[in-house]
């Protein structure tokens, strides 16, 4: 906003055929004016860390990995029994022999999948904001994934996969002994702990598998193409692996696939849109159910969350920081 001062009656504003005009004082001299433009304050930054709410969406995301374990501690009474109910008839299960080493090759790559995802965040400028997207991606994902095990339970499609044998009775006790123990070994299979069976809708390893290699795509520098092809191989090899070890149904891993992608693009496509952040007759990815924590969480991001990096400690910054520079 540009200011004017008066201009005192000794000067005069010569009238030019040129429509050009400037001020002069009585001797024909043009004059300068200074004019001061306050400096505009500045305004709330546009990518706030606001570090309490990655944290509440860190306790919503233990909370319903906690409800997922319930649910498959619950749904593992419910198991069909091998004795009397084969697999279900799959495409690809009914043409490929069974192979169990390759649910073990699966979890390794969705452990260098998850750490790769872990190091991206790390040293992502605006971390916190990226965290608690993640954190809140992975609840929802492990709140749906607990309904869908537990509505309709699938017959073992595995027939050498260790499950525990059935109790017969679920106490509370029993259930939290599951719990810690499912918990204990983060709901993986490599490492002996997960020997409950019946959590196949849908399948908890596509949702990694899938999801880190979005993460990486979208946070990671573009001109990372490379990396971005190695998630994206990382991801579709881990999936293969899962029909061959026969841990999954097809159906499984075809609907984790689609819920994680959709889920995916629709938070981003509303966070990257600030006119969708408001709720209104013509905005109808605002009738999601989760749309109202949604705002909440990213109502105070403004724009698209830039692929920016920096140290997440401050002693090498102000190391590097003293150095010379080149020109020095």
């Known amino acids: 906003r540009r200011q004017y001062e008066e201009v005192p009656d000794e000067f005069e504003l010569p009238y030019h055929n040129n429509h050009q005009s400037e001020i002069v004082d009585s001797s024909g001299q043009p004059v300068m004016i200074k004019i001061d433009v306050p400096v505009p304050l500045r305004d709330e930054p546009r990518f706030p860390k606001e570090k309490w ?5 860190f306790v919503i995301l233990v909370v319903n990995f906690i409800l997922a374990t319930v649910s498959l501690s619950l749904v593992h009474e419910r198991l069909p029994d091998r004795e009397k109910y084969a697999p279900l008839p799959d495409i690809v299960m009914d043409n490929v022999q069974q192979m169990d ?7 390794i790559l969705i452990m260098i999948g998850v750490n790769s995802c872990i190091i991206l965040v790390i040293f992502h400028k605006h971390r916190f904001i990226v965290m608690r997207r993640v954190f809140l991606l992975m609840a929802l994902l492990y709140l749906m994934r607990s309904i869908t095990m537990y509505v309709t339970v699938l017959p073992v499609p595995n027939t050498t996969y260790f499950c525990s044998p059935k109790s017969n009775s679920t106490t509370p006790l029993l259930i939290a002994k599951r719990v810690f123990q499912l918990l204990s070994g983060f709901g993986l299979s490599i490492n002996g702990k997960h020997t409950f069976c019946g959590d196949y809708i849908y399948s908890g390893h596509t949702v ?3 999801l880190a290699y979005l993460i990486i795509s979208e946070y990671s520098p573009k001109r ?3 990396i971005h092809w190695a998630a994206w191989l990382n991801a579709l090899v881990g999936i293969i692996m899962v029909l061959l070890a026969h841990g999954h149904y097809t159906i499984d891993v075809l609907i984790a696939y689609f819920v994680t992608t959709r889920l995916f693009w629709t938070y981003h496509t509303l966070a990257n849109n600030s006119l969708l952040l408001k709720q209104s007759q013509n905005n109808y990815l605002g009738r999601e159910w989760w749309f109202p924590y949604f705002r909440y969480f ?3 991001i403004r724009g698209t969350v830039p692929r920016q990096y920096d140290c997440p400690v401050s002693w090498p910054r102000r190391f590097f920081s003293k150095l010379p520079s080149r020109e020095s």
């Not at 709410?53 to 969406?57: A, G, H, L, V, W």
């Not at 080493?101 to 979890?107: G, I, K, R, T």
């Open 224 to 226: 990372f193409y490379i």
């Open 101 to 107: 080493w390759a649910l073990d090759v699966s979890e």
């Open 298 to 300: 990213e109502k105070n």
């Open 208 to 210: 990694m598998l899938v």
């Open 53 to 57: 709410k990655t944290f509440y969406s």
